[in-house]
C-alpha cells in the first residue's frame, strides 16, 4: 500500500450537495492528518487538520478520522462552485513533522 | 506580507543548465521543506532542514539536486544539468516545531520548464 492513497476522482456534485472525499494510509503516517485545498496553479493550503478518531467540524468542513481503520474523510456540505479544486490528503508523524501527500482528488462543483 | 516567499515564480531553462530557487520562509519558523509536484500529482517530498541542518534527503533528490539553508533562514535549491524530467513546480513550506501541530505553510511555488 502507499503510504497515503485518495480515491482518484474527479469527483463532481451539483451546488449545494454534499461532497464526500475520502483517503486511506498506511502505518508509517499514523498520526497526524490533514487537508489541503489546491486551485489550479495555485500551492495547497491548509483547510483541516485531525489528530484523533472521531469528527471535527469546522464550519462547512468536517473531518474524520478512524485509526482503526486507517480511514480519513472529508465532508464538505452545502458545497459551492468555490469549492471547486484539487483536495489533498496528507498524513506525518510527529517525530519528524514530515508530511506525505495523496495525489489528490479533484472536485468539481456545477453551480 | 510575512507568508513563504518564492522566487523565481517561474523559470524557463534549457537542458544541461543550472537553475537555483530561493525560498524566505516564515520568520519564526525553525522548519523549511522542498517538495516537487508534477501535474496531476500531490506534492513529493525532497528535503527539509530545522534550523541550518539538513535532516533528512529522499531517494528523488538525485545528485544534480543540492539544497542548502546556510544561516536557518532562507534556503536555495540547485538543480544541476538540468533535464526535461525536473520539470515541475517546486514548492517550499516552513512550520515550527514541536510547539505547532505538523501543518505546512506553502509558498506560491517555483515552476521550473525544462527545454
Known amino acids: 500500500q502507499k503510504e497515503v492513497e485518495q480515491n482518484s476522482g474527479p469527483l463532481s456534485v451539483p451546488e449545494g450537495a454534499i461532497a464526500s472525499l475520502n483517503c486511506t494510509y498506511s502505518?508509517?503516517?499514523?498520526?497526524?492528518f490533514f487537508w489541503y485545498r489546491q486551485y489550479s496553479g495555485k500551492s495547497p493550503e491548509l483547510i483541516m487538520s485531525?489528530?484523533?478518531?472521531g469528527d471535527k467540524e469546522d464550519g462547512r468542513f468536517t473531518a474524520q478520522l478512524n485509526k482503526a481503520s486507517q480511514y480519513v474523510s472529508l465532508l464538505i456540505r452545502d458545497s459551492q462552485p468555490s469549492d471547486s479544486a484539487t483536495y489533498l490528503c496528507?498524513?506525518?508523524?510527529?517525530?519528524?513533522?514530515?508530511?506525505?501527500f495523496g495525489k489528490g482528488t479533484l472536485l468539481t462543483v456545477n453551480p | 506580507d510575512t507568508g513563504v516567499s518564492q522566487n523565481p515564480r517561474h523559470k524557463i531553462t534549457k537542458r544541461g543548465q543550472n537553475v537555483t530557487f530561493r525560498c524566505d520562509p516564515i520568520?519564526?519558523?525553525?522548519?523549511l521543506y522542498w517538495y516537487r509536484q508534477t501535474l496531476g500529482q500531490g506534492p513529493e517530498f525532497l528535503t527539509y532542514?530545522?534550523?541550518?541542518?539538513?535532516?533528512?534527503k529522499s531517494r528523488l533528490l538525485s545528485d544534480r539536486f543540492s539544497a542548502e539553508r546556510p544561516k536557518g533562514s532562507f534556503s536555495t535549491l540547485e538543480i544541476q544539468r538540468t533535464e526535461q524530467g525536473d520539470s515541475a513546480m517546486y514548492l517550499c513550506?516552513?512550520?515550527?516545531?514541536?510547539?505547532?501541530?505538523?501543518?505546512?505553510?506553502f509558498g506560491e511555488g517555483s515552476r521550473l520548464t525544462v527545454l
Open positions: 513550506a516552513s512550520s515550527f516545531v514541536p510547539t505547532n501541530t505538523g501543518e505546512l505553510f
Open positions: 502505518d508509517r503516517v499514523s498520526q497526524s
Open positions: 485531525i489528530y484523533s478518531n
Open positions: 496528507a498524513g506525518g508523524t510527529t517525530s519528524n513533522y514530515k508530511l506525505t
Open positions: 520568520s519564526e519558523h525553525n522548519r
Open positions: 532542514f530545522q534550523n541550518e541542518a539538513q535532516l533528512e
